[in-house]
């Protein structure tokens, strides 16, 4: 195989022809690494299909990262690794958004993924936790509408770890709010700011009209004109 170990992917050059070959693009993770990272063992990745939209499959983190982790289904003999982003893991009990990713998952963790995306172009396919329990792999979007995210998915969080979820999403929350108060009152001191420089030239206007006005009616009257 063309290639070489770079970080905790391994890098390694597509073969060319129709059909893909083993040494393509499909193992995220070293196996060395993830033993190192869990304490468990696992096969290296050698499947190279493309599992069908949809489709639901128990599969194993193998790799986090910031945005997301990568999934070997199965023993990984069949189907390359797929994508599982951030988004689509799911929300601890009172937290609206995930923000760490093994806040959640963790390397080694035995997950229930629904194929969502599949780009056989790229040989790329997005995976989603939300839309599957977890205990059984039951499908709790039968229709594939992927309209509103079910609450229960059956995901177990550690008291201990949904602690420090919670408080980190609070804290999060908090500067959120504290940002959007900054903005209003900003938006607040610039509007007051426009409302007087209109009272100021709404008043230099009726001055500079007045005097004209003043000027006529003493001309009227026979009044002498004021020197200035």
Same mark, same amino acid.
């Given at each position: 195989?063309?290639?070489?170990? &770079?970080?905790?992917?391994?890098?390694? +050059?597509?073969?060319?022809?129709?059909?893909?070959? &083993?040494?393509?693009?499909? /193992?995220?993770?070293?196996?060395?690494?993830?033993?190192?990272?869990?304490?468990?063992?696992? +096969?290296?990745?050698?499947?190279?299909?493309?599992?069908?939209?949809?489709?639901?499959?128990?599969?194993?983190?193998?790799?986090?990262?910031?945005? @997301?982790?990568?999934?070997?289904?199965?023993?990984?003999? $069949?189907? $390359? %690794?797929?994508?599982?982003?951030?988004?689509?893991?799911?929300?601890?009990?009172?937290?609206?958004?995930?923000? #760490?990713?093994?806040?959640?998952?963790?390397?080694?963790?035995?997950?229930?993924?629904?194929?969502? %995306? #599949?780009?056989?172009?790229?040989?790329?396919?997005?995976? /989603?936790?939300?839309?599957?329990?977890?205990? %059984? @792999?039951? /499908?709790?979007?039968?229709?594939?509408?992927?309209?509103?995210?079910?609450?229960?998915?059956?995901?177990?969080?550690?008291?201990?770890?949904? +602690?420090?979820?919670?408080?980190?999403?609070?804290?999060?929350?908090?500067?959120?709010?504290?940002?959007?108060? /900054?903005?209003?009152?900003?938006?607040?001191?610039?509007?007051?700011?426009?409302?007087?420089?209109?009272?100021?030239?709404?008043?230099?206007?009726?001055? &500079?009209?007045?005097?004209?006005?003043?000027?006529?009616?003493?001309?009227?009257?026979?009044?002498?004109?004021?020197?200035?």
């Amino acid at each position: 195989m063309n290639g070489f170990v &770079a970080g905790q992917f391994r890098i390694s +050059k597509p073969e060319t022809g129709f059909q893909q070959k &083993a040494g393509s693009y499909r /193992d995220f993770g070293t196996v060395e690494q993830f033993q190192k990272t869990t304490g468990l063992a696992r +096969k290296r990745t050698t499947g190279t299909a493309m599992p069908r939209e949809n489709s639901i499959h128990k599969g194993l983190i193998v790799c986090t990262k910031e945005y @997301g982790a990568f999934v070997q289904i199965s023993r990984g003999e $069949k189907y $390359k %690794d797929g994508f599982l982003h951030i988004g689509c893991l799911p929300n601890p009990p009172g937290v609206e958004r995930v923000e #760490v990713v093994n806040s959640v998952v963790r390397e080694g963790d035995q997950v229930w993924v629904k194929v969502r %995306d #599949v780009d056989e172009e790229s040989g790329k396919y997005a995976l /989603d936790m939300r839309f599957v329990h977890q205990k %059984d @792999g039951r /499908d709790l979007d039968p229709f594939n509408g992927r309209g509103r995210v079910p609450k229960d998915v059956g995901w177990v969080f550690p008291k201990q770890q949904l +602690k420090h979820i919670q408080e980190a999403n609070a804290v999060i929350s908090a500067q959120k709010v504290g940002f959007d108060v /900054d903005i209003e009152a900003k938006k607040q001191e610039e509007e007051e700011a426009a409302l007087k420089r209109m009272q100021v030239e709404s008043s230099e206007e009726e001055s &500079a009209l007045a005097e004209p006005l003043a000027l006529r009616a003493h001309a009227s009257l026979g009044l002498p004109k004021r020197e200035p």
